[in-house]
């Protein structure tokens, strides 16, 4: 079956750095996605990978590894608005979107 | 960017009673939208994929007839929730494929958050 993998929930202090993992099992792949959804609002679009390595965005980075089913999302001079859900969706043959089921960042002063 | 708009952004109605929510892209042609439903502190659930022109791909365990979906212009995509009922009550959001989709991003509507007394 087709399968996305990311930790519930992780803690982090402001100004520091974190990596949130994904790993993923889908039947064919055509890329991964990374959103970002604060509570009670939409998810909004973060980054996309699907060659392998590391596409720097700002204070966003996601990095992608094909053979390993694996990317990451590396988070940089965390502020307290970051406090929110990551979301990691992988692409299959179809074009279907896997959903993960995310990722709660929460921000500590 | 990409802009979709997804209206009302909130509803509260009594038992019984349809609910039309409406998804618009504003500044590109959506062949493909697809509707999705977020309960609390759990992950987006894809209801069903809207084709334009065509009937939608409705999830296994998603009743079709409960969950009417119209998809008339490249550009609305409509979700109508039947005589809801309050395990309807959700958040629904709705996005879009900007071009062809496939290695293109989602983008989504605001949500519609749906509290049925």
């Known amino acids: ?109 | 960017g990409a802009v979709v708009s997804q209206h009302p952004s909130r509803v509260i109605c009594k038992s019984g009673t349809s609910v039309k929510i409406e998804c618009r892209s504003l500044d590109f042609q959506a062949t493909t939208m697809f509707w999705y439903r977020q309960f609390p502190k759990q992950s987006l659930m894809l209801m069903a994929t809207s084709n334009e022109g065509s009937k939608a791909t409705y999830e296994q365990g998603v009743e079709k007839d409960k969950f009417l979906i119209n998809h008339a212009s490249l550009t609305l995509s409509t979700l109508t929730v039947t005589s809801a009922h309050p395990e309807d009550s959700s958040f629904y959001i709705c996005s879009a494929w900007e071009g062809q989709g496939g290695n293109q991003p989602q983008h989504f509507g605001d949500g519609t958050r749906l509290s049925i007394l």
């Open chain 1, 1 to 109: 079956g087709q399968n996305i993998d990311q930790p519930t929930e992780m803690t982090a202090t402001e100004g520091a750095i974190v990596q949130i993992n994904c790993t993923y099992q889908t039947s064919g792949f055509n890329g991964l996605f990374w959103y970002q959804q604060h509570a009670g609002e939409a998810p909004t679009f973060l980054s996309y990978n699907v060659l392998d390595g590391l596409e720097e965005k700002g204070r966003f980075s996601s990095f992608l590894s094909r053979s390993k089913g694996y990317s990451y999302l590396l988070l940089k001079e965390l502020q307290m608005k970051d406090s929110a859900s990551y979301l990691c969706a992988a692409v299959d043959s179809n074009y279907q979107l896997i959903w993960g089921a995310g990722t709660k960042l929460i921000i500590k002063p």
